[in-house]
C-alpha cells in the first residue's frame, strides 16, 4: 500500500498563504497523477487541484482558480499546493491522492473525480480566521 505523507496544514487569517505538502514514502512511487482534495465541516468532499505528473500540466477547482498553485517535484516523489489569498470558505481538511496508474497511461482520466485515486493521504486541517 502506497503511503502518501502530507504537511503544511495549520491556522492562518483571512488574505494570508500557506503551502501544503504531500510525499509518497517510497521513493519508487511512480503515477500518472496527483490531486488534492479537500473537505469541510457538514460539506462533501470537493477537488481542489490536480496535476499530471508527465506534463506538469494543472487542473484546478473553479473556488481556488487565480489563488491555488500546484506543482511537483519528481526527484523528492514530492506534490505542493501553494495557498494564497485564503478565505474562511478554504477551511477544511485537505487530502492528498493519487492513482495506482502508471505514468505513461494515455487513456480517460478524470482528474476532478475522486473515485479514480487509489491512495490518500491521512488529511491535514486548514483553518481559516477573519
Known amino acids: 500500500q502506497v503511503q502518501l505523507i502530507e504537511s503544511g496544514g495549520g491556522l492562518v487569517q483571512a488574505g494570508g498563504s500557506l503551502r501544503l505538502s504531500c510525499a509518497a514514502a517510497e521513493r519508487t512511487f511512480s503515477t500518472y497523477a496527483m490531486a488534492w482534495f479537500r473537505r469541510a465541516p457538514g460539506k462533501e468532499r470537493e477537488f481542489v487541484a490536480a496535476?499530471?505528473?508527465?506534463?506538469?500540466?494543472?487542473y484546478y477547482g473553479d473556488s481556488v482558480k487565480g489563488r491555488f498553485t500546484i506543482s511537483r517535484d519528481n526527484a523528492k516523489k514530492t506534490v505542493y499546493l501553494q495557498m494564497n489569498s485564503l478565505k474562511l470558505e478554504d477551511t477544511a481538511i485537505y487530502y492528498c491522492?493519487?492513482?495506482?496508474?502508471?505514468?505513461?497511461?494515455?487513456?480517460?482520466?478524470?482528474?476532478?473525480?475522486?473515485?479514480?485515486?487509489?491512495?490518500w493521504g491521512q488529511g491535514t486541517q486548514v483553518s481559516v480566521s477573519a
Open positions: 491522492a493519487a492513482p495506482n496508474i502508471a505514468p505513461e497511461y494515455s487513456g480517460t482520466f478524470v482528474f476532478t473525480d475522486n473515485l479514480w485515486y487509489d491512495y
Open positions: 496535476i499530471r505528473w508527465t506534463t506538469a500540466t494543472t
